[in-house]
Each structure stands twice: as structure tokens, then as C-alpha cells.
């Protein structure tokens, strides 16, 4: 061979993957990964499936050959049967894996072959291909066996305090996809804006979506003013319709990502009830009164109930593949339902002796209008910690593990996202000034030192956590580079718990592949910054930690 053959071949063989020196160093850290002494696997350029594949494998074929043909800025067709080259092959094998979302992923010199049980498992497999081939990981051939540990690894944002849109929206989905998270909890009402059309109750956005803008002023919830005639110059917001949601939903289910919607009731519930004053309590003169802790559905009149139903049918039929429907049901004040009539007779008539009973029922109600349905309820946990309601409704733990336990020991399936350590909007590191000790920080560390499964809690309680959950609330995240700032990288560390095996956990290995990782997810476009960077956070007022009510 001369000179130049021999150049061009080691020119060749540095476009491919080189022989193995080290594992996969991506994020989530994939549960097994094995290197062969097979020498340099291909880049594969195209996808393969077989001739006689079901739609839905050819969709998420397309798919794969989508973000392919991203990498290189040359379209990766998807081709059917046989084809010679570097392919990335994908076939539905169901002993590929015990679980839906597991793969087994191979590489080697004809490409990569990747085999699940589910097109959902295909396509986080390809998440772990996407980002070897991003990062440019100096791998040979391979084989990847993986599978979350759980099932639910979510993301939740809140679009009351501040409204995003669609293509934010899509830019999130596209980086939960990344990091193989699955659920997407997509808090569209609270008090100071209702975000999601419902088209028997226009006011609900045509008044609750939006207010004054004061952005430019600290975060004030008290101060909120709701706008009469929305959307006029000065006025803060925004809503998406029914076809707005049509077109998030697609682009989420393409991505095998669930959303499941919250609607806040019965507190959290100023925007609606200044829409709607005849859902509040009698002597709540909400609407003139202003938000003084009395946000809440009446729980005693007839009417809260056909107009929850309403929405909740919307809500149902919009959500068609939600499994959960999150009713909120947190820091709910008795205030005005002691004040009310209504509510008072309610409470006599089952027999409850104060706003927890009141409460509990007002749960029971609206969870079985979602079971009649085929859904079930999720709430916050204040749901479960008064007075027992039906073991099938879910519950969210924001608040410590002692409510987690409570909700297990009483039969409910539990996600736990703890303010101490999942609440992304508060500072991943202090301001520059800021004193030591200052609380409401969140160190990275710490996000990725937290373990759902506490210590000793027995495996039939354990079995009923779902997964976990990061929340980012946006009361002081004005703008989408503000999110990507308080998200990033801490969700990293998120979708490591939340996939990767508990035994893996190793802060100092995590933090050495955050290094690359960062750089792939700053090339797609997300503000992830270098450490050294932290001090040039985009400015915002810093969260005060929550306390009682946000
Ligand atoms: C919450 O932070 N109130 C769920
Ligand atoms: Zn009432």
C-alpha cells in the first residue's frame, strides 16, 4: 500500500468508531455496556427495517432518521429489507428486553443493530447511539443492554406564572427525549393564569389568561391583575388552544413521552374564579377581594361540579392517551369554606367535621368524574394526607418522605419530586454576594446524591413508586433562557436517577461525562453552561424557598 492509500485508510477508519478504551460516556449512564475485541464499528449513514414492518416501527424509523440525518447535515433515508453500508438496523424483538423501554443496542463494523420489544424501547435505545455519535465517544463494537428503573422520570413545568409556548414547549420534549425521560407534567392552570381553551367556558382564557404585565417588578402573586378584555397592549400571557395541544400531544407521542395536564382544583384557583365568580363560595367576593388566601372553588355548590365535569370531559377527550389526570389539590385554605353556606352544608351532609373532610370529598368527587372516564387521578400530596380517599388516585410528594410513606402505607401508587432536591426553579448555585448558608439552593451534587427508595422501606411500598420527577414552577423564570439555566444540567442528573441502576450512582464519574455532555446539549441549541459559568446566570430575581403557599 503507498503513502496515500495508507492516509486515506487512517483517515477512513478515524471517521469510524475506534477500538474500545472506555465505556459509553453518556448520560443517562446506559445499565451494561460491554465492549467486543472486534475492532472499529461503522457511523451508520441509513436506517434498516424489514420489508414487512408495522407502522409503527416505520414511524419511529423516520423518526431515528430524522435526528441520524441531523447529526451529519445529510438526510439518513430509511430503507426497507436488505441494504448494503453502514446501517443502523431496528427490529422489534420482544426477548430483546423484560421491559418496554429496554433495548439492546450492538455495534460493529457493519453499523449498529438495535432490538427491543417496543418502538418505544427503539427509540431510547437511539438516544444512547444519538449521543455516542454527538459526543463523538471513541468507542469499537459494543453491545449496550439497558432498561430504566422507573417508570416514571418526569419533567413538570409550570405555565401559569409564566407562559412559554409551543416551540418551547417541543425544545423541552426534544430534551427530555435526550435523557430518556418519559412524563411530561404539564401544569396549564393555577391562580395567576388558566392556559388550555375550553371551549363551553371562554372566560376561562379569555379573561384567565391574562393579566398585567409585570414582569419587569419582583414576582408578586398577590399583586396579580387578571385583564378583562385579554390580549391588550400592557397585558401578560397567552393559551394554547385545542389544536395547539393536538400538536404538542403528536409531537410528545412521537417521542413515546406522556403528558399528563394538570388542572388545579379546588385551590390554586384565582384565574378561574375571577372568569367564573359563580364557582367560588358565597361571601368570597373573589373577583373584587383579590387573592387573600380564599382561591377556591366552592366545595358545597352543585354547579362547581357540572363545571369541573366539563372541563374534565375537555380535558379527557383532548388527552386522549393520559393515564393520569393531575387535579392539583395542594395548600388548599379552609378560609373561605368556612365561610360559606354552601360548603357548610356539604360538610354536614357527610357527616365531616372540617376543611380536610371537605376536602377528601371534593377529591372522591372529582376523582371518580375521571375514573368514570378511564382515567385515573393524580394529586399533590396533601391529598393523601387528611382524611382517606380511594387507593387508586396517585399522589405527588413535593413536600418529605414522611408524606411519600403515609401515601404508600395507604395503597397509593407515589412520584416523588421533593422540594428539598427536585424544585429545579430554585438557584443551582448561589448569586455572586450571596452568603453562605443561603437556603433555597440546589446544588447539582445534591440533585444527583438524592435516592427515592428510602432506606428500609419495605419492597411491596417500594414497588409502588413510580418514578420521579423534576418541577420547575416559574414564578421568577421570565424567559426561556432562564429555564434552560435553572434546568440544565441539573436535569441531567435527574434522568441519571431516574434510568440508571441505583448501584451505578458515582458523582465523580457523572460530573467527569457531564463535561462532553454539556457541550453536545450547548451544539443542540440548550443554554448548558460550563461550571466555571455560574456566575453569569441570566439575571433574575432569586426565589425565596417556598414556604407555606407560593
Ligand atoms: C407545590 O409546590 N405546592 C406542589
Ligand atoms: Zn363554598
Known amino acids: 500500500m503507498n503513502r496515500t492509500a495508507l492516509h486515506l485508510l487512517t483517515f477512513a477508519?478515524?471517521?469510524?468508531?475506534?477500538?474500545?478504551?472506555?465505556?459509553?460516556?453518556?448520560?443517562?449512564?446506559?445499565?451494561?455496556?460491554?465492549?467486543?475485541?472486534?475492532?472499529?464499528?461503522?457511523?451508520?449513514?441509513?436506517?434498516?427495517?424489514?420489508?414487512?414492518?408495522?407502522?409503527?416501527?416505520?414511524?419511529?424509523?423516520?423518526?431515528?432518521?430524522?435526528?441520524?440525518?441531523?447529526?451529519?447535515?445529510?438526510?439518513?433515508?430509511?430503507?426497507?429489507?436488505?441494504?448494503?453500508?453502514?446501517?443502523?438496523?431496528?427490529?422489534?424483538?420482544?426477548?430483546?428486553s423484560t421491559s418496554p423501554e429496554g433495548y439492546t443496542l450492538r455495534t460493529d463494523r457493519d453499523g449498529a443493530h438495535l432490538e427491543s420489544p417496543t418502538p418505544a424501547g427503539l427509540y431510547r435505545g437511539w438516544q444512547t447511539l444519538r449521543a455516542a455519535l454527538e459526543q463523538h465517544c471513541d468507542?469499537?463494537?459494543?453491545?449496550?443492554?439497558?432498561?430504566?428503573?422507573?417508570?416514571?422520570?418526569?419533567?413538570?413545568?409550570?405555565?401559569?406564572?409564566?407562559?412559554?409556548?409551543?416551540?418551547?414547549?417541543?425544545?423541552?420534549?426534544?430534551?427530555?427525549?435526550?435523557?430518556?425521560?418519559?412524563?411530561?407534567h404539564w401544569h396549564l392552570t393555577d391562580g395567576p393564569g388558566w392556559r388550555l381553551e375550553i371551549p363551553e367556558y371562554p372566560r376561562l382564557t379569555g379573561v384567565g389568561a391574562w393579566r398585567r404585565d409585570k414582569t419587569?417588578?419582583?414576582?408578586?402573586?398577590?399583586?396579580?391583575?387578571?385583564?378583562?378584555?385579554?390580549?391588550?397592549?400592557?397585558?401578560?400571557?397567552?393559551?394554547?388552544?385545542?389544536?395547539?395541544?393536538?400538536?404538542i400531544l403528536a409531537y410528545a407521542k412521537a417521542r413515546f413521552i406522556t403528558v399528563v395536564p394538570e388542572i388545579e382544583m379546588p385551590g390554586h384557583a384565582y384565574a378561574a374564579l375571577v372568569a367564573y365568580p359563580e364557582f367560588a363560595c358565597e361571601n368570597n367576593a373573589v373577583h373584587t377581594e383579590g387573592l387573600r388566601g380564599k382561591d377556591v372553588f366552592c366545595a358545597g355548590n352543585p354547579a362547581t361540579f357540572a363545571f369541573a365535569e366539563t372541563v374534565l370531559r375537555r380535558v379527557c377527550e383532548l388527552f386522549a392517551d393520559a393515564p393520569y389526570i393531575h387535579i392539583g389539590g395542594d395548600e388548599v385554605s379552609p378560609l373561605a369554606w368556612n365561610d360559606c353556606p354552601k360548603c357548610r352544608e356539604r360538610l354536614r351532609s357527610i357527616g365531616g367535621k372540617d376543611a380536610h373532610d371537605?376536602?377528601?370529598?371534593?377529591?372522591?368527587?372529582?376523582?371518580?368524574?375521571?375514573?368514570?372516564?378511564?382515567?385515573?387521578?393524580?394529586?399533590?400530596?396533601?391529598?393523601?394526607?387528611?382524611?382517606?380517599?380511594?387507593?387508586?388516585?396517585?399522589?405527588?410528594?413535593?413536600?418529605?418522605?414522611?408524606?411519600?410513606?403515609?401515601?404508600?402505607?395507604?395503597?397509593?401508587?407515589?412520584?416523588?419530586?421533593?422540594?428539598?432536591?427536585?424544585?429545579?426553579?430554585?438557584?443551582?448555585?448561589?448569586?455572586?454576594?450571596?452568603?453562605?448558608?443561603?437556603?433555597?439552593?440546589?446544588?447539582?451534587?445534591?440533585?444527583?446524591?438524592?435516592?427515592?427508595?428510602?432506606?428500609?422501606?419495605?419492597?411491596?411500598?417500594?414497588?409502588?413508586?413510580?418514578?420521579?420527577?423534576?418541577?420547575?414552577?416559574?414564578?421568577?423564570?421570565?424567559?426561556?433562557?432562564?429555564?434552560?439555566?435553572?434546568?440544565?444540567?441539573?436535569?441531567?442528573?435527574?434522568?441519571?436517577?431516574?434510568?440508571?441502576?441505583?448501584?451505578?450512582?458515582?458523582?465523580?464519574d457523572f460530573l467527569r461525562r457531564l463535561g462532553p455532555w454539556s457541550e453536545t446539549l450547548r451544539q443542540a441549541g440548550y443554554r448548558c453552561k460550563p461550571r466555571a459559568e455560574d456566575a453569569s446566570a441570566p439575571k433574575s430575581a432569586t426565589p425565596k424557598p417556598k414556604a407555606a403557599s407560593r
Open 13 to 96: 477508519l478515524t471517521a469510524l468508531f475506534s477500538p474500545p478504551a472506555s465505556a459509553l460516556d453518556i448520560i443517562p449512564r446506559p445499565a451494561s455496556v460491554e465492549t467486543a475485541p472486534n475492532g472499529p464499528a461503522s457511523r451508520p449513514v441509513r436506517v434498516r427495517i424489514a420489508e414487512e414492518s408495522p407502522p409503527a416501527l416505520r414511524e419511529v424509523a423516520a423518526l431515528i432518521a430524522e435526528e441520524l440525518g441531523a447529526i451529519s447535515g445529510k438526510a439518513a433515508p430509511v430503507r426497507l429489507g436488505d441494504t448494503s453500508g453502514a446501517v443502523l438496523r431496528l427490529t422489534l424483538e420482544t426477548a430483546a
Open 216 to 247: 419587569d417588578r419582583p414576582w408578586d402573586w398577590r399583586a396579580t391583575e387578571l385583564s378583562f378584555e385579554g390580549g391588550r397592549p400592557g397585558d401578560y400571557g397567552g393559551f394554547y388552544t385545542e389544536s395547539d395541544i393536538r400538536e
Open 139 to 184: 468507542l469499537g463494537s459494543f453491545t449496550v443492554r439497558d432498561a430504566p428503573r422507573f417508570r416514571w422520570r418526569g419533567l413538570h413545568l409550570d405555565e401559569s406564572r409564566h407562559f412559554f409556548g409551543k416551540a418551547f414547549v417541543k425544545r423541552t420534549l426534544d430534551l427530555m427525549a435526550r435523557h430518556k425521560l418519559n412524563t411530561f
Open 358 to 508: 371537605l376536602q377528601a370529598d371534593f377529591t372522591r368527587r372529582i376523582a371518580g368524574l375521571l375514573r368514570d372516564r378511564g382515567r385515573r387521578a393524580m394529586g399533590w400530596d396533601e391529598i393523601a394526607a387528611g382524611p382517606p380517599i380511594p387507593s387508586d388516585a396517585a399522589v405527588m410528594v413535593w413536600r418529605d418522605a414522611a408524606f411519600a410513606r403515609r401515601a404508600l402505607e395507604r395503597g397509593h401508587d407515589v412520584v416523588l419530586t421533593p422540594i428539598s432536591h427536585l424544585y429545579f426553579d430554585l438557584p443551582e448555585r448561589r448569586g455572586p454576594g450571596e452568603p453562605r448558608g443561603a437556603d433555597g439552593i440546589t446544588p447539582l451534587e445534591k440533585v444527583y446524591g438524592y435516592e427515592p427508595v428510602e432506606p428500609g422501606l419495605p419492597e411491596p411500598l417500594a414497588n409502588n413508586i413510580l418514578g420521579v420527577q423534576a418541577c420547575l414552577w416559574t414564578e421568577h423564570i421570565t424567559t426561556p433562557a432562564l429555564a434552560d439555566h435553572r434546568l440544565l444540567p441539573r436535569l441531567c442528573a435527574l434522568s441519571e436517577i431516574a434510568w440508571s441502576p441505583a448501584a451505578s450512582r458515582d458523582t465523580g
